[in-house]
């Protein structure tokens, strides 16, 4: 990798120890991506917040970091927490696992870190340093990642919590991945036929994301407009199950015309067509298991959003939630003040619990007592087994009102 003379005296310690060991991280990252120098970041979004996935090693990492004196020289937020910060008692959290948490967000909050807890930092604009069309950024947590390159056309490489604190102390990233036109160019289209419906999203990343994990999609015949919340679920859905970092749509996301330049240099490998049909039957392998119906619905991963509050409200509107069942919705507290403050009490009416800070991924469902988990999420559906050895079973969220409220 090419330093400047700037970035040797850092890497030497001239700047100070936490810079040099954030400088030592990126350059080998650097270095293992065949990056040649930096770009400069406008914003750093850090995951690896959850005690439940982070364990005793993160609050390690930022006791040293402390001690160091690190601080982060760019405008910087951060990914849900294992809990409610406010609210874990009332949920049930143990005492043990909250001090832990709470330990963690203190840390992160003396490195002068935003204490978002939100994993859609591009929906708050008024909380959150807001990005743009060409901004490099720094971004961990994949449905982040894929929405900024993806819908905003902002550029950034999936980030692991450590690479993005390393960025956000030093205000810059190695340039290789997304940060380049070359590696955002399509390599698949796919063609969808009939209308989508908002879990057809979730099932058409979900496929897509698995069938075709080392291609750029380029989606057709999509109506629009679409609400945001469906296109969060397909980058969601391609990011968990493929690892992607972005896709286009045609006349709708912003580097949709990379398709003129990927056909004229012949990088399409491949056409295919989608019906909505097809997404149909993949719908009804879906539901539980005879003998298996779930004991809480979890919505909101990625964190709702005014589109899916609204839809919930329509949803639930004049029922309730039977005794036995629990529905518990995940967002953000900037999130809250974006929204018609009768909403959430509205939904909370019915029997629906509403919460911040964390999501059902990074959050200890098995500690609460649940054994089958009822997701609408395709993201949420693919992580919950490996994180809290629940089962989880994607279905639409009409099926789960059905199932949930008399
Ligand atoms: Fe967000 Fe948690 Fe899903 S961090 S994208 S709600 S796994």
């Not at 990642?145 to 030093?170: C, D, F, H, K, Q």
Request: charged residues 25%; aromatic residues 8%.
């Amino acid at each position: 990798m090419h330093l400047t003379a700037e970035e040797e005296r850092v890497l030497e310690g001239e700047a100070g120890e936490a810079e040099s060991f954030a400088m030592k991280i990126l350059v080998n990252l650097g270095e293992l991506e065949g990056a040649e120098g930096f770009v400069p970041i406008r914003s750093a979004h850090i995951s690896g917040v959850s005690y439940h996935t982070a364990g005793d090693a993160l609050i390690k990492l930022l006791e040293e970091l402390h001690g160091m004196g690190a601080r982060i020289s760019v405008p910087s937020s951060l990914n849900p927490a294992g809990m409610d910060l406010e609210r874990w008692k009332e949920i049930g959290y143990p005492g043990d696992f909250a001090e832990k948490q709470l330990r963690i967000i203190e840390l992160y909050r003396k490195l002068g870190i935003d204490i978002t807890c939100s994993c859609i930092p591009y929906e708050t604009p008024h909380r959150m340093e807001p990005i743009s069309f060409g901004d490099h950024l720094a971004w961990g947590e994949s449905n982040a990642v894929i929405y900024a390159n993806s819908i905003v056309g902002a550029r950034t490489n999936r980030e692991g919590g450590i690479s993005a604190l390393a960025a956000a102390i030093l205000g810059r990233t190695p340039d290789y991945g997304m940060h380049g036109d070359e590696n955002r160019y399509p390599t698949l289209v796919v063609n969808i036929l009939g209308r989508m419906d908002p879990l057809h999203f979730n099932l058409l990343g979900a496929f897509i994301g698995e069938s075709y994990n080392s291609q750029v999609p380029y989606f057709t015949g999509i109506d629009i407009p679409v609400v945001n919340g469906d296109l969060k679920q397909l980058g969601a859905a391609l990011a968990a199950k493929g690892g992607h970092s972005i896709f286009h749509v045609k006349d709708l996301t912003p580097e949709h015309g990379f398709i003129d330049i990927s056909e004229r240099e012949g990088l399409i490998s491949e056409r295919i067509t989608i019906t909505t049909e097809e997404l149909e039957e993949a719908k009804d392998d879906l539901y539980p298991p005879p003998g298996r119906t779930p004991d809480v619905f979890v919505l909101g991963c990625p964190q709702f959003g005014i589109s899916e509050f609204q839809r919930l409200y329509r949803a639930v509107k004049g029922r309730k939630l039977r005794k036995e069942k629990r529905m518990i919705v995940y967002t953000n507290r900037a999130l809250r003040e974006m929204l018609d403050p009768t909403l959430i009490p509205a939904i909370t009416a019915s029997g629906v619990e509403v919460y911040d800070d964390t999501c059902m991924v990074v959050s200890p469902l098995d500690r609460l007592g649940f054994s089958a988990v009822g997701t609408d999420s395709a993201k949420a559906a693919h992580y919950i087994p490996k994180m809290s050895r629940i089962p989880a079973d994607l279905m639409p969220l009409e099926i789960m009102v059905d199932l949930a409220f008399e």
